[in-house]
């Protein structure tokens, strides 16, 4: 009889199956699919390995690096091209993101890298608003910028970072979930823009976000490896829906299980591979998110080859470009191609390979019960440094019980 009976092997049931197999409990883990990894997935484009899913980790709190680390991955985490993203706005040519801004919000509104995204007149409304005293920070992230510095900020500079980095409107995100410093911030600093400018400063220097050389989806047989090296029972094909046959203590790791919402946004991806050496200088950097209202109808483009030095060595002279859609397209790769002509600025005639997969995200649990543990996206929120250090929490806690 397993002390621990985890339900879904993507990485928050495989990282929290590890830390408890690691300390020396039995652990079965039960994944539906026939294979480990959930949403971190590989697949090949043109021949070369790429990342069906998450293809980066943020490295704030460091929990994904301490478990690459432990995973004897730590000589293969890499750091992107520098650099800003870029934006392309409703209309004109797509400009590059503003450099001292957190999540697209500014810590200058009337810095010349914010006038050019969203016009003259909003970034003196937003500096206007933002000398007000603050008397309350609201609980949405859409709120606080749409009180502090006005709809357009929100429009047009907030709403598609946010979305980037979230896949939400900042208006369902939460200011803590934003930034769990954010809130403070601004009430010692007195505004948001000098909160901004405060949290900024106190950043570690270096990029936000790392990938594994070889591509995220690595850290999915490293986890399953250990695991069932440390004695951990992996079943594959193995739905569960009946929790009360599970042995041991039960911790539910996947999304529709147990009052956790398996329902949720469905995300289109299309990645191309193609020949065209304009792209060698990296038009728009790393990649591009896109306002809602502009010309296309991608919500963003990464620029994998432009962003990972590995991949560009492993795809040969040829680019790889992914786009993502909230709307599935009717012809997915045709107006995938359509969009990186326009967001990239270059014609694109040779597609050598394309690829469309998709994804639903859950929604975030609501109805969790009290005595039951869950990990996972549906309470950590979305991305892999939130999700791990989550699960290492959850283990360590049933561990000292
Ligand atoms: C397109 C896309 C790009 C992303 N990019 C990034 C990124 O660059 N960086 C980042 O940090 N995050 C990114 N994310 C988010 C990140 O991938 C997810 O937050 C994370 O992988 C979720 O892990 P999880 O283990 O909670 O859930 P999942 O990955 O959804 O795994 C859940 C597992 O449970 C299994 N399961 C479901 N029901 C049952 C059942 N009844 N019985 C047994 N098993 C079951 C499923 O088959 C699945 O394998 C991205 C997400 C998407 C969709």
Sequence with gaps: MADFSVV???????????????????????EASDRLGGTVRRHEV???????????????GGAVAALLAELD?????????????????????????????????????????????????????????????????????GSLVRDRMGADMLDLLLAPVVHGVHSQHPDELAVARAHPGLADAVVSAGSLSGAVAQLRAAAPPGAAVAGIRGGIHRLVPALADDLERRGGDIRLRTR???????DGTVVIAAPGV??????????????????????????????????AGAPVGARALTHATAKWEWLRE??????????????????????????????????LPVVVDAA????????????????????????????LAGIVAHAERTAAELLAR
């Design 240 to 246: 569960v829906d009946d929790l009360d046959a599970l």
């Design 314 to 347: 492993a795809a040969g002279g040829r680019h790889v470009v992914r786009l993502s859609y909230d709307e599935t397209p009717s012809d997915p790769v045709a107006a995938a191609v359509a969009d990186a002509e326009t967001l990239l600025g270059v014609p």
């Design 73 to 141: 991955l730590a000589g293969d985490i890499v750091a992107p091209a520098p650099g800003p993203a870029w934006l392309q706005p409703v209309d004109g040519e797509a400009v590059p993101l503003p450099a001292t801004a957190l999540l697209g919000i500014p810590a200058d509104p009337l810095a010349d890298d914010v006038v050019r995204v969203v016009g003259r007149a909003a970034a003196e409304r937003a500096a206007e608003l933002d000398a007000q005293p603050v008397t309350a920070v609201p609980a949405s992230l």
């Design 356 to 383: 469309h997969v998709f994804w639903v995200r859950p929604a975030a649990a609501s109805t969790v019960p009290s005595d039951v543990v869950v990990v996972g996206e549906t309470v950590a929120g979305s991305g």
């Design 8 to 30: 879904g092997g993507g990485v928050a049931g495989l990282v929290v199956a590890r830390r408890l197999a690691a300390s020396g409990a039995s652990v079965t883990l039960f």
């Design 258 to 291: 147990a009052g956790t919402t398996g329902t949720g946004r469905r995300i289109d991806l299309v990645t191309l591979v193609v020949e065209q050496e304009e792209l060698d200088a990296a038009p728009r950097g790393t990649g591009l998110l896109v306002a």
């Design 46 to 60: 043109a021949g070369i390995g790429l990342d069906a899913g998450a293809e980066s980790f943020a490295v704030r």
